[in-house]
């Protein structure tokens, strides 16, 4: 008698392989180094006095901060035991019989039993080395269930930018494909993936903290998406599923990040040198904390001691990176040496506001508000000292928000008083009013946009696309415009910076979430950031507490630049280049 699926009859438990004592795993991927010395100390002083005896309830409190740190919306993050777990439960939750799931051959070894086990049917998309668009598009007309893209590749280490992976995901979300984009060596790459996440509802977004956090031991992973999809996946997990003890690893490590990315540092410039350094293999580009070689050199290695992964059926290996040391072994007893490279430069990211700092928008946002006012509100004073005075009181960048706020404020104080309000309000705000402001945005928006559309003929450009050649920074752009006004500002500028833009609550300054996932996107070390308003100003401030780690400044521009808290002060975004271009920041 049968009493489980008889589909599952092929597949057999997981078993490490038996591995000589005092090998070094360099077949594993696991971290190069450990947890920083304080980190483990801090760790096992909270594990002293945890209650064994009571159930982990930290998971709730944990995401909301790891959510803040990325610049998510509310139910936006999901923490699981392990990244694996999480795309079980995607499995779990997405497939149906005989579905059929696009995955890279070769991939994860771990993706044809998720899939099995979920009763869907692996679709081998075949990447080599490399990781080619082309088989992904064809797979499209198989009309697959989901797609599991791995970016950087495991066990090639291949990776592709953002802006090359698009077409690939309009594609997917046009045939209304759940695509997962598993990063879990996201933090050893140029870029992340990071900002695909609010413009797909169809994409999940995978990491773990094994690689980057040295934190293999803890099971710990996330996925990023949709509130609404994450929310699905949330009731299917089971409750408690987290361990007390991962939980508090988590909230010390994040205490620690800043040990963890110079580890990071440290092992991706490790990987070129050691690339460059074995001329007598080939080096696959890689954007992880591997290598895979040609010839298989796990031979030479597990004599010298070093256990690689050979692949099967291939004449290669991949090789994790170790410490200096192992590396350094690694390089000798494949022939080679480390090479000495250049030290890397730090990853620079400089952010720019739009208005007032791209473009001299102020005449034409006045105009429009001015006008939008008229109409709602034709007996109201409004003049351009009211609408400096609502730049001023803070969280009112938004000029949909702003027309909102003044017929709040006038309901409230009457119309004589309004002007006297707006400076009493400098630096503290309306919270008083925030619900009815929120219930007239929809009206003021619709308003302000139909004017904008002639008003826009005011605005003119700052600055010029040459002027923003600079050695040694990536450039983004974060605007409270929204994404229809933004297409606009293009035109007026007559070129387009990649960036993000108020498309959302999350995503509104002077909340900080544009920043973060900015800082995320291009794995900026520092970041600085060039805006003319307070509420500008605040985003900065914001995003420096909730990812210290990292070193961020604020350049204040235009007239209000003295009346900003702000690092550096310029009249203008074009005085500012000499200093960027010098490199004296």
């Known amino acids: 008698m049968t009493f489980l699926r008889s589909d599952l009859d092929d597949l057999r438990p997981y078993t490490r392989p038996p591995e000589p004592d005092g090998l070094v795993r360099l077949h594993m991927n696991e971290a190069a180094n450990d947890w920083p010395v304080r980190a483990r100390a801090a760790l096992l002083k909270r594990l002293e006095v945890l209650p064994f005896r009571q159930y982990p309830e930290r998971q709730g409190e944990l995401t909301d901060r790891l959510r803040l740190r990325l610049g998510a919306p509310e139910g936006g993050v999901l923490l699981g035991s392990s990244s694996g777990a999480l795309l079980d439960l995607v499995a779990l939750a997405g497939l149906r019989e005989g579905d059929l799931v696009a995955a890279p051959e070769p991939g994860f070894s771990l993706y044809p039993m998720l899939a099995k086990r979920n009763r869907g049917r692996i679709l081998p998309i075949p990447v080599g080395d490399g990781f080619p668009l082309e088989p992904w598009f064809a797979a499209l007309e198989r009309n697959p269930r989901q797609l599991w893209i791995t970016l950087p590749n495991n066990p090639t280490g291949a990776w592709i930018a953002p802006e090359t992976l698009e077409p690939l995901l309009e594609a997917a979300a046009a045939k209304e494909i759940l695509v997962v984009l598993d990063e879990a060596y996201a933090e050893f790459a140029p870029r992340t993936h990071r900002l695909a996440v609010d413009r797909y509802p169809n994409l999940l977004l995978l990491r773990t903290f094994s690689k980057a956090c040295a934190s293999a031991g803890w099971r710990l992973g996330y996925l990023m998406g949709a509130p609404a999809l994450v929310a699905q996946l949330a009731a299917l997990q089971l409750p408690y599923s987290i361990p007390a003890p991962s939980l508090e690893a988590l909230d010390v490590a994040l205490d620690f990040m800043g040990d963890f990315e110079r580890d990071i540092r440290a092992t991706t410039a490790r990987r070129e040198a050691l690339a460059a350094g074995v001329t007598d293999y080939q080096a696959a580009p890689s954007a992880a904390n591997f290598l895979l070689l040609r010839p ?101 960048n938004n000029d949909f928000r702003l027309t909102a706020g003044a017929l709040a404020l006038v309901e409230s104080c009457g119309d004589q008083d309004l002007l006297k309000a707006l400076q009493a309000a400098e630096g503290v705000g309306f919270p008083r009013l925030e619900p009815r402001i929120q219930e007239l945005e929809p009206m003021a928006q619709a308003e302000v946009q139909r004017h904008y559309t002639e008003t826009v003929t005011l605005e003119r450009p700052l600055i010029t696309r040459a002027e923003l050649d600079l050695k040694g920074w990536e450039i983004a752009i974060l605007t409270g415009r929204p994404p229809e006004e933004l297409s606009l500002a293009w035109k007026v500028l007559g070129f387009e910076l990649p960036g993000l833009c108020d498309s959302a609550p999350h995503l509104r300054k002077p909340e900080p979430g544009g920043l973060l996932q900015l800082a995320d996107a291009y794995r900026a070390e520092e970041i600085l950031f060039v805006g003319d308003t307070r509420d500008d100003a605040t985003c900065l401030r914001a995003a420096a507490t909730l990812r210290p780690e990292l070193a961020w400044r604020f350049a204040a521009v235009g007239p209000d630049r003295e009346r900003l808290d702000a690092d550096l002060r310029f009249e203008t975004l074009r005085d500012l280049m000499p200093t960027l271009n010098k490199d004296l920041l």
């Open 296 to 396: 298989d050199p796990s031979k030479p290695l597990k004599a010298g001691g070093q256990l690689a992964r050979a692949l099967p059926g291939e004449d290669a290996a991949r090789v994790t990176i170790g410490d200096e040391a192992t590396a350094t072994e690694t390089a000798r007893m494949l022939g080679g040496a480390l090479a000495r490279l250049p030290e890397p430069k730090p990853r620079r990211l400089l952010v720019l506001d739009v208005d007032g700092v791209l473009i001299d928008a102020g005449q034409s946002f006045k105009e429009a508000v001015r006008r939008a006012l008229a109409t709602l509100r034709p007996a109201l004073p409004w003049s351009e000292a009211h609408f400096t005075a609502f730049k001023r009181v803070g969280g009112f």
